[in-house]
């Protein structure tokens, strides 16, 4: 019933900022559970933030804590990951992913994905 986009990829230099979007189709959107995921070259898939049906509680990562935050507007089914001071190990595909009410940091845990965004951040 969920439908996922994301947007706002690029290459950007260390210590700049991104703002990825993820747009959802499906009025069923403010019930889910939503997160970010990402994939560096060589490494696993890895949790970067999740956020509550209805966005009063977050999660990250450990690499991540005090530089991304995560946000949902239920009214335009849309997710947002705010990216600060980016570094050259951010470097990965962000993909947005949609579960059930409860947030959990693997990827068994969510139904619905988006195809990726590429952020690149160089040196």
């Known amino acids: 019933q969920v439908q996922l986009v994301e947007s706002g990829g690029g290459l950007v230099q260390a210590g700049d900022s991104l703002r990825l979007s993820c747009a959802a189709s499906g009025r069923t959107f403010s019930a889910y559970a939503m997160a970010w995921f990402r994939q560096a070259p060589g490494k696993e898939r890895e949790f970067v933030a999740g956020?509550?049906?209805?966005?009063?509680?977050?999660y990250y990562g450990d690499s991540v804590k005090g530089r991304f935050t995560i946000s949902r507007d239920n009214a335009k089914n849309t997710v947002y990951l705010q990216m600060n001071n980016l570094k050259p190990d951010d470097t990965a595909v962000y993909s947005c992913?949609?579960?059930?009410?409860?947030?959990?940091?693997?990827?068994?845990?969510?139904?619905?994905w988006g195809q990726g965004t590429q952020v690149t951040v160089s040196s």
């Open positions: 956020i509550t049906a209805s966005g009063s509680t977050t």
């Open positions: 992913a949609a579960g059930g009410r409860i947030v959990l940091g693997t990827p068994r845990g969510y139904g619905y």
